[in-house]
């Protein structure tokens, strides 16, 4: 019985250290390993056409969960309509999963906003070139060597919340108050607008074309806003006879940001 115990014992020893070893090499193989979180991070690539907003300061957002990470960088432009982590040659093949770009707001200097197209990329490992491929209306693939570093924590949360108040149109609309609230990489603010009905197709706000950012639902909205000002848009809905386009005014409590 001795015999037996010291022998389950020098076992136990044994996993504990092969254990042991694993740890650390997966350390080594890693040595950059974030905690679950949101960051911020320069993305870096070799072309001059594809390459983060300048005015977010070649930058995206970093989420890290369970050890993954993905990050979210807005283009410069519409002009990318898929990308691939991978090969050019794999993102051809079939079953290959394609990203889709998401509909990104961002405000310049001039103070004028554009829609530009963004995507969440599975970053591997952080301060080492990756591939992704890139596919524009051509439809002619092209290779990219890639790179995600300097990581940075966020100055202050990324969403936060506000009280808003909707007046204009016929009176029977609104919108869910508070709002949640986004501070750019470009320093403005955007907010998810919700309204009070599922008609809604599209918005305009400062001559820019806003559509919905979800399929199901009461009609939502990421738009441009500024804090304690009436900021005049324009809603779409389709719950007439006929489109109509109906003027509205917001107005953001800045004394209610939490």
Known sequence: MRMEGAVA?????LLVLALTACGKQEEEKNPNALADGVYTAAFATDSKMF??????GG??????????????????????????????????????ELLYPSRDPVTYSDG?????????????????DFSLA??????????????????????????????VTLTGGTGKASVTS????????DGHWYATVVWSSPNYDFMMVN????????KEGDSAFFIPVELDVDLAVSADTTAMSEPHLIDYVLHLDGSTLK
């Open 178 to 185: 508070p709002l949640t609230l986004t501070k750019g990489l």
């Open 51 to 56: 390459y983060a907003n300048k005015e977010h």
């Open 134 to 163: 890139t596919v524009g209306s051509k439809g002619t693939w092209y290779d990219h060597a890639v790179s995600v570093s300097d990581v940075k924590a966020l100055e202050e949360p990324l969403e936060r919340s506000c009280a």
């Open 59 to 96: 930058r995206g957002i970093l989420t890290v969960k369970e050890g993954k990470m993905t990050l979210h960088v807005t283009l410069s432009g519409t002009g990318f309509l898929n990308v691939f982590p991978g090969t050019a040659e794999d993102a051809q093949k079939e079953g290959a």
């Open 207 to 214: 001559g820019t074309k806003f559509l919905p950012v979800n």
């Open 112 to 128: 004028l906003t554009d829609i530009c197209y963004g995507y969440d990329i599975p970053v591997p490992y952080l301060d080492q």
């Open 9 to 13: 014992l020098l076992s136990a020893l």
